[in-house]
């Protein structure tokens, strides 16, 4: 399952490249909507018409909280996140990076990062980040898919994988999807006057027994409002140094005798990681998020 409408969803149908529009059953009463990730069972109708019968059962659900408590599952039954983001044109948004990553480290899900357009960077800088991300235990590549540079080895690192693919406009996603194999854009998502959803980005590349989705959106992996406490699990630097502060609800950010602000101070956590935090903390990475998403 690639992405989901309002009654239809675009289906990648085992030992097929293609995708192709298939249509929900009707039920009576609720019925549980297939998301990115899912796999079906479907039967083929005459003129080709594909209908979804049954979800099968999911191993792993990727879900986020809206404010009013709701959730949301945005896929199922994949197990890495890939953060996509460029090294210039646009500069590098650590802090979209880092929510990212923390979205990833908080609900369990492994993540990886992807750095391109190496060719309009600084080269020290560019070692940097990846020493950066490599360092706090992220397996990091820096891929070029325009002179295909990097791309056997991060389509090395997805065989098997069942990965969801995330990043903001502009930063080359769409040529790493197609580089991997990946199909054109979904399009919009629509049958027999049921009703219309547009579902611009989603897409999949089977990659051997594995599959890569390409993300319709950054915001979907807001962290919105969170408190310290939540939010420092999702830094990974974080964990060896969570409780030892003097104070229990300790922020993070003012209090004495901080053990993140200590390790901080002496070089075992980066600044641009401790300025994520405080912005995710604020607020602040919630807006830029949203900004970004919309380039392009």
Same mark, same amino acid.
């Given at each position: 399952? %690639? !992405?989901?409408? /309002?009654?239809?969803?675009?289906?990648?149908?085992?030992?097929?490249?293609?995708?192709?529009?298939?249509?929900?059953?009707?039920?009576? =009463?609720? /019925?549980?909507?297939? %998301?990115?990730?899912?796999?079906?069972?479907?039967?083929?109708?005459?003129?080709?018409?594909?209908? $979804?019968?049954?979800?099968?059962?999911?191993?792993?659900?990727?879900?986020?909280?809206?404010?009013?408590?709701?959730?949301? $599952?945005?896929?199922?039954?994949?197990?890495? @996140?890939?953060?996509?983001?460029?090294?210039?044109?646009?500069?590098?948004?650590?802090?979209?990076?880092?929510?990212?990553?923390?979205?990833?480290?908080? +609900?369990?899900?492994? !993540?990886?990062? %992807?750095?391109?357009?190496?060719?309009?960077?600084?080269?020290?800088?560019? !070692?940097?980040?990846?020493?950066?991300?490599?360092?706090?235990?992220?397996?990091?590549?820096? &891929?070029?898919?325009? +002179?295909?540079? =990097? $791309?056997?080895?991060?389509?090395?690192?997805?065989?098997?994988? +069942?990965?969801?693919?995330?990043?903001?406009?502009?930063?080359?996603?769409?040529?790493?999807?197609?580089?991997?194999?990946?199909?054109?854009?979904?399009?919009?998502?629509?049958?027999?006057?049921?009703?219309?959803?547009?579902?611009?980005?989603?897409?999949?590349?089977?990659?051997?027994?594995?599959?890569?989705?390409?993300?319709?959106? $950054?915001?979907?992996? =807001?962290?919105?409002?969170?408190?310290?406490?939540?939010?420092?699990?999702?830094?990974?630097?974080?964990?060896?140094? @969570?409780?030892? &502060?003097?104070?229990?609800? &300790?922020? +993070?950010?003012?209090?004495?005798? &901080?053990?993140?602000?200590?390790?901080?101070?002496?070089?075992?956590?980066?600044?641009? /990681?401790?300025?994520?935090?405080?912005?995710?903390?604020?607020?602040?990475?919630?807006?830029?998020?949203?900004?970004?998403?919309?380039? =392009?």
């Amino acid at each position: 399952m %690639v !992405a989901t409408g /309002r009654n239809s969803a675009w289906v990648a149908i085992d030992g097929q490249n293609a995708t192709v529009v298939a249509d929900m059953r009707r039920t009576r =009463g609720p /019925r549980t909507m297939p %998301v990115p990730g899912d796999r079906v069972t479907i039967t083929t109708h005459e003129a080709g018409r594909v209908v $979804i019968d049954a979800i099968e059962p999911r191993s792993f659900t990727l879900e986020r909280e809206s404010l009013d408590g709701r959730k949301k $599952i945005m896929a199922a039954n994949v197990d890495l @996140l890939v953060a996509v983001v460029a090294l210039a044109d646009p500069s590098p948004r650590l802090v979209t990076l880092d929510q990212l990553l923390a979205f990833a480290h908080m +609900h369990d899900l492994p !993540a990886m990062v %992807v750095f391109t357009k190496p060719d309009l960077a600084d080269a020290v800088e560019q !070692a940097r980040l990846v020493a950066l991300y490599t360092g706090i235990g992220y397996a990091t590549l820096i &891929c070029d898919p325009k +002179h295909n540079i =990097g $791309i056997d080895a991060f389509a090395a690192k997805l065989l098997g994988r +069942h990965a969801l693919m995330a990043g903001m406009s502009g930063v080359g996603k769409s040529s790493l999807f197609l580089r991997l194999g990946g199909d054109g854009p979904v399009g919009e998502v629509s049958r027999f006057g049921m009703g219309r959803q547009t579902t611009s980005a989603a897409r999949l590349a089977r990659l051997g027994d594995g599959f890569l989705i390409d993300s319709p959106g $950054i915001n979907e992996f =807001g962290l919105g409002r969170i408190d310290p406490e939540a939010l420092s699990q999702g830094f990974v630097e974080f964990d060896g140094l @969570l409780g030892s &502060c003097r104070f229990t609800d &300790c922020s +993070h950010t003012v209090e004495p005798n &901080c053990a993140i602000r200590e390790a901080l101070d002496q070089g075992r956590i980066a600044p641009s /990681r401790y300025e994520s935090y405080r912005r995710i903390l604020s607020g602040d990475a919630e807006v830029e998020t949203e900004l970004e998403s919309d380039e =392009g």
